[in-house]
């Protein structure tokens, strides 16, 4: 039982560095698009960004619950 927990817990950690690199990737596109006056692929990738930061937050919420 405590080796599905500790899985657990290595699934919520590396969901959070996924999501954060993505959202960073995403924010980055964002930037590229808006230069160069691609206003719905700027759109999108904020869209993206947001998400996934938030999908980030919600994990590490996770994983520090999981004992």
């Known amino acids: 039982m405590k080796k599905q927990k ?3 817990k290595t699934v919520y950690e590396y969901m959070t560095v996924f999501f954060a690199i993505l959202g960073t990737l995403a ?3 964002a930037v590229g698009s808006l230069e ?3 206003y ?3 759109a999108a990738a904020v869209s ?3 998400a996934s930061f938030i999908m980030s937050l919600f994990s590490q919420q996770l994983y520090s ?3």
């Open 48 to 50: 993206t960004g947001f």
């Open 27 to 29: 924010m980055v596109a």
């Open 6 to 8: 500790n899985k657990m």
């Open 40 to 42: 719905l692929l700027f």
């Open 65 to 67: 619950e999981a004992k």
């Open 36 to 38: 160069t006056n691609q």
